[in-house]
């Protein structure tokens, strides 16, 4: 189900409220293109607060319980990535009880050196590793300020396989990806990252244009 917003679906609002669920719109969703994957919920929270403080359909204060505690977003430094980074931080501000990882991937596999220039293999893997640690270090500063907010390099692999396989052993709750142009006919036939991801994760996938 790939919607933007509440607003959107009014009557069922008004249903999951009249059920003794709340929900909260994201207001900085509004202005971004974005799509949920794979989400039995809707939007990105619904929570049934506490009956002990619930005592109308808007409660001044409720106990909720966050379905996305630890949020991964997937980050390679483009544009689109740049601006899921922006969004994921919003929602930790948001959440500050909830844990966000910002992981890249480098594949640092399969280096090919040509006749013309020849260059030891581990020179070239050290240089896309310093490549990608740069990456890594601008998201850092970019979350200096949150707390439970950390950066994590892999290396090897397939990118969208591997963020996989670390949303799935980690536990993680949602999946942040740039969108990279989502749609294209290239993309469509090459596949990508954010697409891959969309088709194959088990968990949430918020994609950001």
Do not use: W
Request: with cysteine; charged share 20%; glycine share 6%.
């Amino acid at each position: 189900m790939a919607v933007t917003s509440f607003r959107d679906y009014p009557a069922l609002a008004d249903e999951l409220v009249g059920a003794g669920f709340f929900y909260i719109l994201i207001s900085i969703i509004q202005g971004f293109s974005t799509t949920l994957s794979r989400f039995t919920g809707f939007i990105l929270f619904l929570f049934q607060p506490d009956s002990t403080s619930c005592n109308s359909k808007h409660p001044d204060k409720v106990e909720v319980k966050v379905m996305f505690g630890k949020i991964l977003l997937a980050y390679d430094g483009s544009e689109t990535a740049k601006n899921a980074l922006e969004q994921a931080m919003e929602l930790k501000l948001m959440l500050p009880d909830s844990i966000l990882e910002i992981v890249h991937v480098a594949q640092l596999q399969n280096v090919i050196v040509g006749d013309a220039f020849i260059t030891s293999s581990a020179v070239i893997q050290d240089e896309l590793h310093d490549a990608a640690e740069a990456v890594l270090d601008e998201a850092r500063r970019r979350i200096s300020h949150l707390g439970l907010a950390t950066t994590t390099l892999l290396e090897g692999g397939t990118p969208a396989q591997m963020i996989l396989d670390y949303a799935n052993d980690q536990l993680f709750d949602l999946i942040i990806v740039g969108s990279r142009g989502l749609g294209t006919f290239k993309e469509l036939l090459l596949g990508s990252v954010s697409y891959e991801i969309v088709q194959h994760a088990t968990i949430p996938v918020l994609v950001v244009k």
